[in-house]
Structure formats: C-alpha cells, structure tokens
C-alpha cells in the first residue's frame, strides 16, 4: 500500500470519529452539509471515495483545515534560507526577491578603521536601525542613529553608512531604484 492509499484509507475513520467528537449525528451532519446521509455513512465507512465537492462542506462544519481533514502529509520545509552576500565589510541579506520596485534587506555592517568613501546612485532608501550605533553621512550632515530610529533619503546625495564603533550595526535597508519611497500610512499623534 502507498502513502496515497493509506491517506485516502484514513479519511473516512478520521470523517467518523470528528463526528463522534462533535457528537453529531449523521441526520444532523445531512442537513447542515446537504450531502445525504448514505453518502455520509459511506464516506466514513470507506465505500465511498472523498472529493472535494464532499470534503470542503465537511471541512466547514468541523471548523479544520481541509489538509487535517485528510491528514494530508506534510509539504515540505517551511524555513527560508536567505543567501547573504558580503562585500567591503557590510553582509546584505535580501528579504524580498520580488524584480523591479522597491528592495527590502537586512544589513550588518563591521566596524572599519578606513575613511568613509561617500558614494551616490540611483533610487531614494529608507533604514531603520536594528541594533547597534550607526553613522550617517548625509552630504555635509554627519548623524548618529541608534536602535528605533529611522532615515530616508534620495541616494543622488552623497551618502555612507558605517558602523559608529567597534561593534557591528544591524539595519533593515528598503531600496527603490527609481527613486520610489516608503509611504506611512499612518502617524503617531
């Protein structure tokens, strides 16, 4: 017997006993569901083959997920697995994979002894600082921002960004390459 076999075997005891949990009859499971009661009877018995026409009303009335309704196997590993790139002494960690449009990833970066090298380009970021004291600076501006505080600006000014001291910065970095922005919705008062 294959695994298939055994899941389609297993359904109707499982349709029988969340019945029996429930304690409903097969009368009353007729009329809420409108499937006739020798359906029912031999759904759970295993006479009767499952489908979806039969499944989703059953799935309803118990309230389940039709995958615990047949005890459907599991799909697979739900984990991400992000590739970091690491360049010039910060690691990118791409959170969106989405082309085109606005970019989200995490970024550490190591603390450097070398001068900061101001760099422009394309596009407008937003980042919020994770952990860690960042080093901004901005055109003439030099900003220190800590964990909870948040910049944005239009990357055609001069901009770096580094580690205050001797410990890493984590950040989470939101890119548009056009020049897109990360709207709020919502202000506090």
Same mark, same amino acid.
Request: glycine share 10%.
């Given at each position: 017997m294959t695994n298939i076999d055994r899941v389609l075997t297993a359904i109707g005891p499982r349709l029988r006993a969340l019945r029996l949990q429930r304690g409903i009859t097969l009368a009353a499971l007729s009329q809420t569901t409108g499937i006739s009661e020798s359906t029912l009877s031999r759904l759970e018995s295993g006479g009767r083959k499952a489908n979806l026409e039969l499944l989703l009303p059953l799935a309803h009335v118990y309230e389940v997920p039709l995958d615990e309704l047949v005890g459907a196997p599991e799909t697979g590993d739900p984990r991400v697995h992000l590739r970091p790139v690491t360049r010039d002494g910060m690691t990118y960690v791409p959170l969106s994979r989405r082309p085109g449009g606005l970019h989200a990833h995490k970024l550490v970066i190591s603390p450097s002894s070398g001068e900061p090298e101001l760099n422009i380009h394309e596009g407008y970021e937003w980042i919020y600082v994770l952990d860690g004291r960042l080093r901004l600076l901005l055109g003439e501006r030099s900003l220190l921002l800590t964990p909870g505080e948040v910049a944005e600006f239009d990357t055609h000014? $001069?901009?770096?960004?580094?580690? &205050? &001291?001797?410990?890493?910065? /984590?950040?989470?970095?939101?890119?548009?390459?056009?020049? /897109?922005?990360?709207?709020?919705?919502?202000? $506090?008062?």
């Open positions: 000014v $001069p901009h770096w960004l580094g580690a &205050d &001291d001797d410990q890493p910065v /984590e950040l989470l970095v939101i890119f548009g390459k056009q020049g /897109e922005r990360a709207h709020l919705r919502a202000r $506090p008062t």
